[in-house]
């Protein structure tokens, strides 16, 4: 798992206490209306997602950035790069 110090997200997807399997769904219709490079910020507090994130950008083929570095927040934020 790759951990960022820092990373400007042109979107984020606010999905914390949001039950399974929205940390995919909602991510999959907001990167749509991304543009080429820009990258997608996840907030969610589901464990599973930090596996299930970087799977479903391999399966997808968007670039999984990492996870942002805070510990002192109550949830994880995920960074995902459009490529397509």
Do not use: S
């Not at 960022?4 to 999905?15: I, R, V």
């Amino acid at each position: 798992m790759r951990f960022l110090k820092e990373c400007k997200a042109d979107a984020t997807a606010d999905l914390v206490y949001r039950v399974c399997p929205m940390h995919l769904l909602e991510p999959r219709e907001l990167i749509k209306d991304l543009k080429q490079g820009q990258v997608l910020e996840i907030l969610t507090d589901y464990d599973g997602a930090l596996e299930d994130i970087p799977a479903w950008c391999a399966k997808n083929g968007q670039e999984f950035l990492g996870v942002g570095e805070d510990e002192e927040e109550d949830f994880y934020k995920l960074y995902i790069r459009k490529l397509h």
